[in-house]
Antibody, heavy 121, light 105 residues
Framework: QVQLQESGPGLVKPSQTLSLTCTVF??????????WNWIRQPAGKGLQWIGR???????NYNPSLQSRVTISGDTAKNQFSLTVSSVTAADTAMYYC?????????????WGQGRLVTVSS | EVVLTQSPATLSLSPGERATLSCRAS??????LAWYQQKPGQPPRLLIY???KRATGIPPRFSGSGSGTDFTLTISSIEPEDFAVYYC????????FGGGTKVEI
C-alpha cells in the first residue's frame, strides 16, 4: 500500500523560505513511471498544482510559482522536498504531496494527509 | 491559459437522488479528465480517471463521461457518505483543477 507523509514547519515568517518533505512508503521515487507532486489548497479554496519531480530527477513547475519553487529528491531516504522562497500570506495553505500516475493521462492516485503551513510574523 | 469551470458551485440533494456534476474546459485539451472527491479534513481522493474509468475501490454508482470540452460526473443514487466537494482535473502543459462543486444535503 502506497502512503505519503508530509513533514515540516507549520509556521513560516513572511519573506522567509517554506520547506516541506514528503516521505514515500510502499513505492520508490526513483523507479517506475510515476511523478511525485506538490499540490496546495488555501483554506476553503480549490487546488493548485505546484510542481513535480520524476523518477530520474527531472522537475516541472507551475509557471505562476516557478521563480520561487524548487522540488528535489533524496532517493536514499525515498523522500522529495519542496521549497518556496520569499513567502507571503498568500502562500498560507494546506500542502499535499501526491503521486502522479500515467493512465491515458496524468492523475493523482495517492495523496498525503497534508501539512498546514501558515505564513505569519 | 485553459480554465476548468465546474457547475453548479453547490448542489443540494437528498439521499437516493441522482447527482450530475459538470466540468467545462475553456478549450479542448484532452479527451481525458479526472475527478476527485474531498471530504472535510481529508485529502482529495481519486474517483475517476481517463474520463470514465473508476479508480480502485470506487463503487459503480460513480460514473464519468464526456469529451472535448464538456465532461460529467454522475452519482446514480447518492449515499450519505457522498456529500463532499468534487474537483475535476486535466493537464494542459501542467495539471489544472476546476473550482469544485459542493454536494450538500
Amino acid at each position: 500500500q502506497v502512503q505519503l507523509q508530509e513533514s515540516g514547519p507549520g509556521l513560516v515568517k513572511p519573506s522567509q523560505t517554506l520547506s516541506l518533505t514528503c516521505t514515500v512508503f510502499g513505492d520508490s521515487i526513483s523507479s517506475g513511471s510515476h511523478y511525485w507532486n506538490w499540490i496546495r489548497q488555501p483554506a476553503g479554496k480549490g487546488l493548485q498544482w505546484i510542481g513535480r519531480i520524476s523518477n530520474s530527477g527531472n522537475t516541472n513547475y507551475n509557471p505562476s510559482l516557478q521563480s520561487r519553487v524548487t522540488i528535489s529528491g533524496d532517493t536514499a531516504k525515498n523522500q522529495f522536498s519542496l521549497t518556496v522562497s520569499s513567502v507571503t500570506a498568500a502562500d498560507t495553505a494546506m500542502y499535499y504531496c501526491a503521486r502522479g500516475s500515467w493512465f491515458g493521462e496524468l492523475a493523482f492516485d495517492y495523496w498525503g494527509q497534508g501539512r498546514l503551513v501558515t505564513v505569519s510574523s | 491559459e485553459v480554465v476548468l469551470t465546474q457547475s453548479p458551485a453547490t448542489l443540494s440533494l437528498s439521499p437516493g437522488e441522482r447527482a450530475t456534476l459538470s466540468c467545462r474546459a475553456s478549450q479542448t485539451v484532452s479527451n481525458y479528465l479526472a475527478w476527485y472527491q474531498q471530504k472535510p479534513g481529508q485529502p482529495p481522493r481519486l474517483l475517476i480517471y481517463d474520463t470514465s474509468k473508476r479508480a480502485t475501490g470506487i463503487p459503480p454508482r460513480f460514473s464519468g463521461s464526456g469529451s472535448g470540452t464538456d465532461f460529467t460526473l454522475t452519482i446514480s443514487s447518492i449515499e450519505p457518505e457522498d456529500f463532499a466537494v468534487y474537483y475535476c482535473q486535466q493537464r494542459s502543459g501542467w495539471p489544472l483543477f476546476g473550482g469544485g462543486t459542493k454536494v450538500e444535503i
